[in-house]
């Protein structure tokens, strides 16, 4: 049996405004419906992780010449690509 705790939290219009945002471009990326526990739950799991650090020490230490600045520019966008599609498939049904 799930037991599920319900709480209220309070929220600035602002704030509720922008976290409907976030709600629609998530239910887009993801092709799913949200809600705002989820969009919370994702957008905690992402200021976490930093899954290629490796990639990040990369872009760091290369002296940034035009070549090797875009080599490591299309790095990351494969990299940041493969990781919203593990997302997308986590939580789609």
């Known amino acids: 049996m799930v037991y599920i705790l319900s709480t209220t939290i309070r929220v600035s219009r602002e704030t509720k405004k922008e976290l409907d945002k976030v709600l629609a471009i998530l239910e887009k990326e993801l092709e799913k419906r949200l809600d705002y526990d989820e969009v ?3 957008l905690i799991r992402r ?3 930093l899954k290629k650090p490796e990639l990040l020490a990369q872009f760091l230490v290369v002296e940034t010449g035009e070549e090797e600045s875009k080599i490591i520019q299309d790095m990351l966008r494969r990299e940041r690509r493969r990781d ?3 997302e997308r498939k986590r939580y789609s049904t």
């Open 40 to 42: 919370i739950r994702i």
């Open 47 to 49: 200021s976490r992780i």
């Open 84 to 86: 919203l599609e593990i």
